[in-house]
């Protein structure tokens, strides 16, 4: 649902827990691979599927290391299973520390929960745990961003908490590419070749691409 997803547009197909399992096998067995990153969007998202994959590595006792990306409200359960099964990172998608943005681009969490899987993923022992943020985004001002650095610098002492941050980048495809008026973004640039999540390549009703470019630089040289 999120507007910036490229996944928006495709359809959801998963591969049975046996395959994924099979998978893994074979890297591990026949390839000398012992670690591994798993690329969807959302390893979570089914927790049923989620939990057969886990129990499927526990049972085979496979030393196979495997990072993943969630959404924040993975419980605390499946989390502890996952470190079980070999899960020693975990990245999750907060994009931003406020409430009001977190509802404009529809991403279907907020910051109590954001807090909380971030807290149970350092309870249960997940080594290296990835949040990422994302500059310019719709309803976004220079207060609500100085809300989210601080929103950060509650984690800059810890070592095994990672602050990863872009830019808001508006793919083709993409709900706020194809009502950007409606989110009022200004889309400055159609170099496919700066949409890489670095380059600012829009602007918003509030934050100039200049405004946007130093708060990115300003965070990034923080975070």
């Excluded at 909380?116 to 961003?145: F, H, M, Q, R, W």
Aim: proline share 2%; net charge positive; charged share 30%.
């Amino acid at each position: 649902r999120c507007i910036f997803c490229t996944a928006a547009n495709t359809k959801y197909r998963e591969r049975s827990a046996e395959k994924v399992f099979e998978d893994i096998c074979n890297l591990y067995h026949n390839e000398g691979i012992s670690e591994i990153a798993i690329l969807e969007n959302s390893f979570t998202i089914n927790e049923k599927r989620t939990r057969r994959i886990c129990d499927l590595l526990i049972k085979e006792n496979m030393p196979i290391r495997w990072s993943c990306e969630a959404r924040v409200e993975t419980s605390i359960e499946l989390l502890k299973l996952m470190k079980e099964a070999g899960c020693y990172a975990v990245q999750f998608g907060i994009e931003s520390a406020n409430d009001k943005t977190l509802k404009n681009i529809r991403k279907g969490i907020n910051i109590k929960q954001i807090s909380e899987a971030i807290n149970n993923a350092l309870a249960v022992g997940i080594e290296n745990i990835c949040c990422n943020y994302i500059i310019g985004l719709p309803g976004d001002t220079k207060e609500s961003l100085m809300n989210t650095f601080e929103y950060m610098r509650k984690f800059k002492g810890n070592r095994r908490v990672r602050q990863s941050i872009s830019v808001l980048t508006p793919y083709p495809g993409t709900y706020i590419y194809n009502h950007a008026d409606e989110m009022g973004v200004k889309i400055i640039s159609k170099d496919w070749k700066r949409y890489n999540g670095m380059d600012v390549v829009g602007e918003t009703k509030n934050l100039s691409a200049k405004e946007i470019r130093k708060l990115y630089f300003d965070a990034y040289n923080e975070f």
